[in-house]
């Protein structure tokens, strides 16, 4: 059985902020199908690990990543893993004090966000 997915194009902007005095890095990507069955976290994980595909211990602070995305295909607001995208506004947190259990299973077996400080912490650095 095949995956089902909406033959679309769906253009995806992100704002990776770090740790510390890092720079923010803007990214831009294009989906060319939207797969219907993929879960909110797998999608994210898939855009961090082709984001930092040649340096992927970039992402080890990993703070924040707000997103935008645009398709002018109907219906695509609908599909699960964009419509969880949409409920939280496009912001991912990944402060440890911060995550919820979609950004816990964005970064589970990976190195995202290993070295990322608590909120709390950086509150108080401040």
Same mark, same amino acid.
């Given at each position: 059985?095949? &995956?089902?997915?909406? &033959?679309?194009?769906?253009?995806?902007?992100?704002?990776?902020?770090?740790?510390?005095?890092?720079?923010?890095?803007?990214?831009?990507?294009?989906?060319?199908?939207?797969?219907?069955?993929?879960?909110?976290?797998?999608?994210?994980?898939?855009?961090?690990?082709?984001? +930092?595909?040649?340096?992927?211990?970039?992402? &080890?602070?990993?703070?924040?990543?707000?997103?935008?995305?645009?398709?002018?295909?109907?219906?695509?607001? @609908?599909?699960?893993?964009?419509?969880?995208?949409?409920?939280?506004?496009?912001?991912?947190? +990944?402060?440890?004090?911060?995550? #919820?259990?979609?950004?816990?299973?964005?970064? !589970?077996?990976?190195?995202?966000?290993? #070295?990322?400080? @608590?909120?709390?912490?950086? !509150?108080?650095?401040?």
């Amino acid at each position: 059985m095949k &995956n089902l997915a909406l &033959n679309a194009k769906l253009n995806i902007e992100v704002i990776f902020t770090f740790d510390g005095d890092k720079d923010q890095q803007m990214w831009h990507t294009t989906m060319k199908v939207i797969p219907l069955d993929m879960k909110e976290s797998e999608w994210i994980r898939s855009l961090i690990q082709l984001a +930092f595909e040649n340096d992927m211990h970039e992402a &080890n602070d990993l703070v924040k990543i707000s997103m935008c995305i645009g398709c002018k295909a109907k219906g695509y607001q @609908n599909i699960p893993m964009i419509k969880g995208y949409l409920s939280r506004n496009g912001k991912y947190f +990944f402060q440890p004090d911060q995550r #919820d259990e979609v950004v816990e299973e964005i970064i !589970k077996g990976t190195t995202i966000a290993k #070295d990322t400080k @608590n909120f709390q912490q950086t !509150k108080e650095a401040v």
